[in-house]
């Protein structure tokens, strides 16, 4: 199945908004076989809209539209698409008593404006919106499907993961399943390169695929086919041959991001973190405590962004900052080594480096960047030479510095 | 004019990357009086680059393809645009030699990929990219202008600002010009009220843009005129009423970010900052330190996730904590005196919350977040009461606490 994204609103034109979306929906719908074959954005006007369901559906078999279902005036989606589908609008009871009652919930009285938004399209299979006032649509004509949701992220992710995926999955001939692994510590080439035999055997319906970000890669393997055990036997045994590839690359089989597969080795061990950031400035604990639940293992940082509090907080000598200066790889470790004692915790962990793009020296270039790992057994420190992008090197330094702590736990868990 | 942007490339339609360029293309573009109709996004297959140029050119005077010019097999933009302008490939001398100059800087080994990378359209004019191997292109037929450019984002911006935008203000009759306002702690819907009366006698040469994000709100003036000096009065004539209604709310005419606004307030100053975190865990550090030149005004943060680290680093007293609990005024306003102290800076900042989804109690539900600034002379507080969305609380937080800080410096400056 071929499908189109369109995403109406002037606000993604002007370069307001970002539209993120429709690629929210692409790693949703690709693993069910359904390839995105285009993306079209186009402002809230009636010709505009038309022109792009015109150009879609030449193209595809299913077209997604997201925006311009709101209740304001240059919500124009709903009625373009009864003139589309050459439908009327019509009062739709089931979505009035709906929307009366969210309204309700949320305490906003009912305004003219929303008896309109009751107006739907009669050709129109409504989906339900947990989330806000405007319904989803559904329709089908000349075997091709539509679906309109609502532009705003979590009523669109709502709406498609309780209403839409199910049913398209009935369209969908034979079952889909799929399985990713998180993996760090080796580039997306090297990987390809490992796993090359594994590529060229793969059974036709069986897809791998890619999802590199920095520092880490996520690696999918999806299936379709008519028998769902079967399917599940040749995901489990390509899976397995891929663990075995992967040894310690391999982060995580579960859905999470990296500080979470990180936690959650914490947890697992009862034990705990502390960060002693320079260079990240923070970055490591924000990613931390970005996830619900990470007060568990993770007690606080650290960010020692001037010299005196590296020494006052943390505990690094003088005479190391004087001999060695503050990129070294003796105060990288005295910075974690000092966390771990003032927090407190089982293990700290440290960064300090030239982020840049300025402050670099011929012999400390922008981008030469220390970090280290400290337990109560011992402390260990490498040094990475990144970049001249400051934000490049604060993100990759925060990955690598977890990357390396997940190191220490697999070396501790050797005989 | 009209403008219409094409990105090529499946990493954008199977959801691996989202497009940032096109936002900022736009951003870019529409101060110059160039609106964006649409963009859309396509697979690095010939039949599709071609289906989309074919759409876009009918709605636009300017299109403007990004991606698909690299070296790889799958780059097949520049014959896909030899074909459609019906012109020759032809060996490029003056792009090989800047490719041969550039790879020697980067002590690359020149590789037959190179040279074939340097055959281009004969029709078109080369855009250097003082970034990359890739040059832009840009061709002038039926009246309209194609330009081609890498999708590399820091190549795409230096070809767009560098070489693009200059040649561009050469096809718009008239000067260009904009002027732009930070504006923090008043809801948009608020401000358009406030400048109601103003944009209601707007003279039509004159736009205003309103770009809101998490706590600030960009304000734009934008204007095209034959006459510059008229123009540039006119823009400075509705600035300075502007200006007069926004009030303390005006946080800056320079085009920074927010944090780095702070950071200059701090500077003019001669002060220095610490925060002390505890829901935010690390992201107004992280806010802070993404700044080049944050160090001259920023020292340093305690990242307190765990009571034990809010009273052994920042001494917030036991009773306090017993008494009031961790998220409370007597808290919040501790730790700002405590990191202060702590780290020995002018001002010390706080936050203390609910960040959620889990965690809340009917007292204290999900949301509730206090957040303190703490200075020789006096410290001060608020409760926040937000969402249940932890990312968004965390965001939101940190922006109103570095504006709190803000309103601490006006107050300073009042008689």
Redesign the interface.
């Known amino acids: 199945m071929k499908a189109f994204i369109i995403t109406i609103g002037d606000e993604?034109?002007?370069?307001?908004?970002?539209?993120?979306n429709?690629?929210?929906?692409?790693?949703k719908l690709?693993p069910l076989g359904i390839?995105?074959?285009?993306?079209?954005?186009?402002?809230d006007e009636a010709e505009?809209i038309t022109?792009?369901l015109d150009?879609a559906q030449a193209?595809a078999d299913l077209i997604i539209i997201t925006g311009g279902l709101g209740p304001t005036k240059d919500d124009l989606t709903v009625q373009v698409l009864a003139d589309y589908f050459k439908t009327e609008l019509v009062f739709n009871e089931n979505a009035f008593d709906n929307l009366k009652k969210r309204l309700h919930s949320y305490e906003v009285e009912l305004s003219p404006s929303h008896r309109a938004q009751s107006y739907l399209p009669e050709s129109a299979i409504l989906l339900d919106n947990s989330l806000g006032t405007a319904p989803g649509m559904w329709f089908e004509q000349n075997e091709k499907i539509f679906i309109a949701i609502p532009g705003v992220p979590r009523e669109m992710k709502a709406i498609l993961e309780e209403g839409i995926i199910p049913k398209l999955l009935k369209h969908i001939e034979g079952s889909v399943l799929y399985h990713t692994f998180l993996i760090a510590g080796i580039p997306e080439s090297q990987l390809a390169e490992k796993l090359e035999g594994i590529e060229e055997a793969l059974p036709v319906f069986l897809t791998l695929?890619y999802?590199?970000q920095l520092g880490n890669i996520r690696l999918r393997i999806g299936g379709i086919h008519e028998d769902k055990h079967l399917l599940a036997q040749a995901i489990d045994s390509l899976a397995g041959k891929i663990r075995k590839k992967l040894g310690t690359y391999l982060v995580s089989e579960q859905d999470v991001n990296f500080a979470q597969a990180i936690g959650k080795l914490l947890v697992d061990q009862g034990k705990t973190l502390a960060?002693a950031?320079s260079c990240?400035?923070?970055?490591?604990?924000?990613l931390?405590?970005?996830n619900?639940?990470?007060?568990a293992y993770?007690?606080?940082?650290?960010?020692?962004?001037?010299n005196?509090?590296k020494k006052?907080?943390l505990g690094v000598k003088s005479e190391t900052l004087a001999k060695h200066g503050a990129v070294s790889k003796q105060t990288a470790e005295e910075m974690a080594i000092g966390v771990r004692k003032?927090?407190?915790t089982d293990y700290g962990i440290a960064t300090t480096g030239i982020?840049?793009?300025?402050g670099g020296t011929p012999e400390k270039p922008v981008g030469t960047i220390w970090i280290a790992v400290s337990s109560k057994e011992k402390t260990i420190s490498k040094k990475l030479q990144l970049g001249n992008?400051?934000?490049t090197n604060?993100e990759f330094t925060s990955v690598l510095v977890l990357n390396m702590l997940r190191k220490v736990f697999l070396i501790q868990k050797e005989p």
Request: aromatic share 6%; no cysteine.
């Open positions: 993604l034109l002007i370069g307001q908004v970002t539209d993120t429709s690629g929210w929906i692409a790693r690709t390839s995105i074959v285009g993306k079209i954005s186009v402002s505009a022109n792009a150009f193209k695929a999802l590199p960060t950031e990240t400035g923070g970055n490591v604990a924000h931390l405590t970005l619900s639940g990470s007060s993770f007690k606080g940082s650290v960010v020692a962004y001037a005196e509090v006052a907080t003032t927090i407190g982020a840049g793009p300025t992008n400051r934000l604060i």
